[in-house]
């Protein structure tokens, strides 16, 4: 019997990378919007994998996949079950998503933005001392976008995102570098949460500060300029939150 071509098995793969990946969001925002209670006994891989119309390979990797980002556990004879919050990892951008798009917490905001200010403010000042000159020019063309952006001519919120990757990018730590995903995760849903209460966008002014101390090397001024503009952002919410 022949073997099926090349292209069928990659589609077929392909398709089925799709479903699981899938039935991983569906079933991961269900868990994060609290449709599945922490601790109780939670659906087996057949009634999971009839519910959804899905395969039980599908549906086990799925599984998996939720498992590793902290919102699943198993027990001997006690099966599997949704893990407490605490233990998901808010570093796993499906997971930040998904907390982010339920109803909207002021609280979970402030939090990040919390864990910001504990990382980009050094972060621009590492990016003053080390930045290259393509990297300068990368965080110049982010401000660029955002004056754009003010006229009309590109998109607010992935140019002020283009901005703060750039600058996590200039740091040279590769440890803030990965940062950029979390960042640009959440800040879909901060920027435009923060824009609403200020009634604008972004201050161009504040950014370009930062980029000015990074171009100049001043890694104090850089640091400061970068700590105002965050905690600009903490007292809106915090504003928001009274």
Known sequence: MASPPAASTAAANNLGRNLT???????????VVGEYATGKPFPTEADLARQHGVSRSV????????????????????????????????FDTDVLRWILERKLSVKTLRQFNELRIGVEPRAAALAAQRARPSQVAAIAAGLQRMRDAERGQDDTLSADIEFHVAVLRASGNPFYVQFRDIVSTALRTSIRFTNRIAGRSASIDDHAMVHSAIASGQAQAAHDAMYKLIDDVLDLIGNAAE
């Open 21 to 31: 990946y899938g039935l991983q969001e569906v079933i991961g925002r269900a868990i």
């Open 59 to 90: 549906t086990r990797e799925a599984m998996k996949m939720l498992a590793a980002k902290g919102l699943l556990g198993a027990r001997p004879r006690q099966g599997t079950f949704v893990q407490p919050d605490d233990q998901w990892n808010l």
